[in-house]
């Protein structure tokens, strides 16, 4: 062990010292691994904070959900969108939301809900025109997070009866309530007047700018049927959706999926020849098409910053060439005295990878740097895996680089090494 440690402080030493003597030299070397270790892990760090953003974006959307919807989220298999034929199905209904709660089995939790965006929310001569009105059974917090920060949710009986009641969310609570308290008030929302017993915490804004609990008022869905029509009819006002959560033991939810499938079809008497009249939608759809850009991007970046390390590692060959060169009367010295073949392939290794990984080491840097930046609702975050995977990729073109000229160093002859 005493051996290994002296061996690595020495080789530590003759790089440093090579560094030194050559310090404009070795940077002009370094530059093209220092910008290719930047461009690939720059790249990766930007796509990683992107994927988070978006993923956190499409948190509305619940996890481990099926969706019973009239449209898709997604093109089919063939990259089609045939909007004209979805046009065409019915709306999910009330009575298949109470048909599921009874006969699905593989499930934790079921709601039904509908929403109407933009709607105009009044109290005295105060008005809020952002606001989303969500209409959703008593099980609507079981599939989507409702954290009521004031106050309470809605009952069971609450929601039955339909009783008009709101949980408001704080952009609401804040436009409606400025200089006040906003439980046990009243709000009116198309003429009908809704009795506040929750308020939300705040979540803020998201990188897509899609819908937060800050701007939804949260109703119990027959209230919500009180001002808007939901049947199954095709030109109906507003369009109900159904969101199951499936077990954690169903993997990938393929029981539920099948069960759910099965049940719609028989309800609404489908032939086994008739196609499927409903979309069962997974916000996993979305983000795999997403992810499949974002795979894309990385690639690029790979290829970009490729191109950039494969100068630097001819750079780095090139130095240890010379530095072979330089110090070729030493490594006759040493071999003379009996260092082994190992130790001069080791030292000269050992260089190499210390010069690329300083260079990896300046590029990382720089990312750390970039992520300092201020982009609004992104966060640029340069993860421990990036860190890793910028030494690694480092510490490997250091060892290519070097392997050659470490092994021309190793296998010279002492004597005319010495006469050199």
């Known amino acids: 062990m005493t051996v290994i440690i002296k061996l690595i402080m020495e080789s530590f030493r003759f790089a440093w010292n090579a560094l030194k003597m050559n310090v404009f ?23 990683d904070s992107l994927e988070r953003s978006i ?25 089609e969108y045939n909007w004209w034929d979805f046009w065409k199905r019915p709306n999910p209904s009330y009575n298949e939301y109470k048909f599921l709660s009874k006969n699905l089995k593989s499930k934790s939790a079921i709601a039904i809900y509908a929403r109407d965006g933009r709607s105009v929310m009044k ?118 959706s159904i969101g199951i959560k499936g077990n954690s033991d169903d993997v990938g939810l393929i029981q539920m999926e099948y069960e759910l499938k099965g049940l719609l079809r028989s309800r609404r008497g489908l032939r086994p020849k008739d196609a499927d009249n409903f979309a069962l939608n997974r916000p996993e759809a979305i983000m795999k098409i997403i992810g499949s850009v974002f795979d894309v991007i990385g690639i690029a970046g790979w290829i970009i910053g490729g191109f950039s390390i494969l100068v630097g590692g001819f750079g780095i060959a090139n130095i240890m060439f010379v530095s072979v060169r330089e110090r070729t009367n030493i490594i006759g010295i040493q071999k003379s005295l009996g260092a082994k073949n190992y130790f001069v392939l080791f030292q000269f290794l050992f260089e190499s990878v210390f010069l690329s990984f300083l260079g990896g080491g300046i590029g990382l840097f720089l990312v750390f740097l970039l992520s300092l930046i201020s982009l609004g609702s992104l966060e640029l975050v340069l993860t421990l895996r990036n860190v890793a995977l910028g030494v690694g990729v480092s510490v490997t073109i250091g060892m290519i680089a070097g392997i050659v000229p470490a092994a021309m160093a190793a296998r010279m002859d002492p004597v005319e090494a010495i006469r050199a």
């Open 25 to 47: 030299r070795t940077m002009l070397s370094l530059l093209g691994v220092t910008v290719g270790i930047f461009a690939i892990i720059g790249v990766f760090t930007i796509v």
């Open 55 to 79: 993923e956190e974006s499409l948190s509305f959307l619940g996890s481990g959900v099926i969706y019973v919807n009239k449209w898709p989220f997604t093109q089919d298999a063939n990259g």
């Open 123 to 240: 109290y005295k001569s105060n008005s809020y025109n952002e606001g989303n009105l969500v209409g959703g059974s008593y099980t609507y917090k079981d599939i989507f997070n409702v954290p009521v920060e004031h106050g309470r949710y809605f009952t069971e009986n609450e929601s039955d009866m339909g009783y008009n009641v709101a949980v408001i969310g704080a952009n609401i609570a804040k436009a409606l309530f400025p200089n006040e308290g906003s439980l046990g008030k009243e709000i009116k929302i198309k003429g009908q007047k809704y009795f506040i017993i929750g308020v939300m915490e705040k979540e803020g804004e998201s990188f897509m700018g899609t819908p937060s609990n800050d701007d939804n008022c949260i109703v119990p869905y027959a209230s919500f049927r009180k001002i808007y029509s939901t049947g199954t009819g095709r030109w109906n006002e507003k369009s109900s």
